[in-house]
């Protein structure tokens, strides 16, 4: 029986498990380059599949100075930064209530730097980037806002498609081992239907995968984690084709109008015509075709 609480992704599955914490410490070892020794010394929790690790103090056994915020993501986002924010918040919440600091104190609290990274491992070929949450102020015309942000948000997106970053890959042979379990599934799913392609390649793991052993005694949630974020991941893409044809037909819009208010420019026909073209009254036509005139002489 599937058990259908689980819906955890499978990337947080395997790295955000206290019995696997040995992976969960290659994994922060991997991405911030240090050589921890000890899993038990990870910290961390999970939530909306987001995983926050940091490591203990040996002598408060408190979170040192690195907070990591780790999510994998099967679409690429551009609001990362605006939910790592979001995420952040919730994490200062929990980690001042924990340690009980007093944040209305005249004394200055201690908290640990947020790293925010994402996992990427979608079909589209991205390079690894910098995400600012600055991107998102933007005019109604799409432009910059001329101010400067009191807030600042930056979140590394890293590739991890079979492949791509090969000494974060050997750094972290469970990751690595993920990769290829992704990359197998999609390559079988050309041909045959997602349950199928997961039993496949899940039969096709080698023998020595750090994987192996975990994915198969977990089988139904496994394929069960693995079919949600693949009808995700196909969803996301089928709102991405509507909005892309909508764009063609705005675009197509667009036009249509640019060619009705050059008719009525060029005295084709007159301004009355022209809005029961658009199915607009003649003030609404007056109004956007004065618009038109103005942006056309400037």
Known sequence: MINTKYKD????????NAERKEWTLSLYNAVNGSSYTNPDDIMFMTMDDVLYMGMKNDLSFLVTD????YEQQSTYNPNMPVRKLMYAARMYDRYIHLHKLN????????????KLVTFYNGRE???????????????EDGQPVDAESDIQVRVRMININYGKNKELMAACRPLSDYAWFIAEIRRYSETMDI?????????NMPDDSKLKELLIANKAEVKQMCITEYN??????????????????????EGRTETIFSCVYENDFTEQRGAQKLNLSIEQFREKYNYWLKMKKN
């Open 9 to 16: 992704r499978l990337f947080t599955f395997i790295f955000g």
């Open 66 to 69: 690195l907070a990591n915020m």
């Open 103 to 114: 944040i209305y104190s005249t004394k200055q609290v201690r908290l640990p730097v947020p």
């Open 125 to 139: 070929d991205m390079e690894d980037s910098i995400l600012e949450l600055k991107d998102a102020f933007l005019t």
């Open 195 to 203: 349950e199928t392609a997961i039993d496949s390649a899940l039969d």
């Open 232 to 253: 995700e991941a196909e969803t996301m893409e089928k709102f991405k084709d509507e909005g892309r044809a909508e764009g063609r037909a705005e675009g197509r819009a």
